[in-house]
T-cell receptor, first 115, second 114 residues
Framework: AQSVTQLGSHVSVSEGALVLLRCNYSSSVPPYLFWYVQYPNQGLQLLLKYTSAATLVKGINGFEAEFKKSETSFHLTKPSAHMSDAAEYFCAVSVLGGSQGNLIFGKGTKLSVKP | KAGVTQTPRYLIKTRGQQVTLSCSPISGHRSVSWYQQTPGQGLQFLFEYFSETQRNKGNFPGRFSGRQFSNSRSEMNVSTLELGDSALYLC?????????????FGPGTRLLVL
């Protein structure tokens, strides 16, 4: 069975600092990985996704993530945090042969950005 | 293109009642998935519909049901509400529900059960 672990339920950074949100997955078959962001009282918005093409994936708002099979990781980074990045971030996985329409989510990481 | 819409946005019910939530997918999308989001359990998959058929179901009791219409709009129903059903219910649409496809989420319906 597939699963996702997000280390750190809360992460706080200063404006302009590096953002690093950690995601590790567990899957016996090659995964497809997604990062979503959720702003208060809103639904989820896709930041980026990995579907077995390039291992370094660039997304919206300056975010990127690198798929590392050896480490079973897909950490999300942004070189310089902005106040508007404060939100909750979710890593999710699906797999070839898995059930359609079913994303398995991590517990989420709430990002705070200090001025 | 209009995004995924969900109605109503907020709902207050009492224990034992039933509720119906509605989701209109992005035009052209035929797959609709439903998720429950709570602080304790996070985001959990409820079920997925494609072409009016339920293809997949998560681990929820039979009180949770859904359907999809020929125009791909979907509804979910929760009968005999319990306090623990208080949650944000999100629906997401995609073209065909494939595992590589991006799911586009609506703003959710926040249900409070008293």
């Amino acid at each position: 069975a597939q699963s996702v672990t997000q280390l750190g339920s809360h992460v706080s950074v200063s404006e302009g600092a590096l953002v690093l949100l950690r995601c590790n997955y567990s899957s016996s078959v090659p995964p497809y990985l997604f990062w979503y962001v959720q702003y208060p009282n809103q639904g989820l918005q896709l930041l980026l996704k990995y579907t077995s093409a390039a291992t370094l994936v660039k997304g919206i708002n300056g975010f990127e993530a690198e798929f590392k099979k050896s480490e079973t990781s897909f950490h999300l980074t942004k070189p310089s945090a902005h106040m508007s990045d404060a939100a909750e971030y979710f890593c999710a996985v699906s797999v070839l042969g898995g059930s359609q329409g079913n994303l398995i989510f991590g517990k989420g990481t709430k990002l705070s950005v200090k001025p | 293109k209009a995004g995924v819409t969900q109605t109503p946005r907020y709902l207050i019910k009492t224990r034992g009642q039933q509720v119906t939530l509605s989701c209109s997918p992005i035009s052209g999308h035929r797959s609709v998935s439903w998720y429950q989001q709570t602080p304790g359990q996070g985001l959990q998959f409820l079920f997925e519909y494609f072409s009016e058929t339920q293809r997949n179901k998560g681990n929820f009791p039979g009180r949770f049901s859904g359907r999809q219409f020929s125009n791909s709009r979907s509804e979910m129903n929760v009968s005999t509400l319990e306090l623990g059903d208080s949650a944000l219910y999100l629906c997401a649409s995609s073209l065909g529900g494939g595992v590589r496809e991006t799911q586009y989420f609506g703003p959710g319906t926040r249900l409070l059960v008293l």
